[in-house]
């Protein structure tokens, strides 16, 4: 069965792309990854800054980790460029930290 479905997830796996997992992130009820996903966020947007001319982004469908536990191990960090998802880029750093300290419903 994993022969057959594994393929298809992977080929549709548009869910994982780096920007949607980080937007995710930011909404955890766990605050670390909210943290985490603060921290990748502001570093995307400083790398962006430090380079003179912007790379347009290719939105490509990432590889799975089907072995993941979370869904935040679901891609490779490491393998990925850093890019801001489109729906943060107009609020401001203290904003993006704001959601990172929002009390979660318990």
């Known amino acids: 069965m994993r022969a057959i479905?594994?393929?298809?997830?992977?080929?549709?796996?548009?869910?994982?792309?780096?920007?949607?997992?980080?937007?995710a992130m930011l909404t955890d009820e766990r605050s670390h990854v909210r943290k985490l996903a603060s921290r990748r966020i502001l570093a995307a947007r400083q790398q962006r800054k430090a380079k003179a001319k912007a790379k347009?982004?290719?939105?490509?469908?990432?590889n799975l980790n089907f072995a993941a536990t979370d869904y935040i191990?679901?891609?490779?960090w490491?393998?990925?460029?850093?890019?801001?998802?489109?729906l943060t880029k107009l609020a401001s750093d203290?904003?993006?930290?704001?959601?990172?300290n929002k009390p979660t419903a318990e």
């Not at 490491?78 to 489109?86: L, S, W």
């Open 5 to 23: 479905f594994d393929p298809v997830i992977q080929r549709n796996a548009l869910f994982g792309h780096p920007e949607n997992v980080l937007l």
């Open 56 to 62: 347009v982004r290719q939105f490509s469908v990432p």
């Open 73 to 76: 191990d679901l891609i490779s």
């Open 78 to 86: 490491r393998d990925t460029d850093r890019y801001e998802p489109p």
């Open 94 to 100: 203290e904003t993006i930290l704001k959601l990172v």
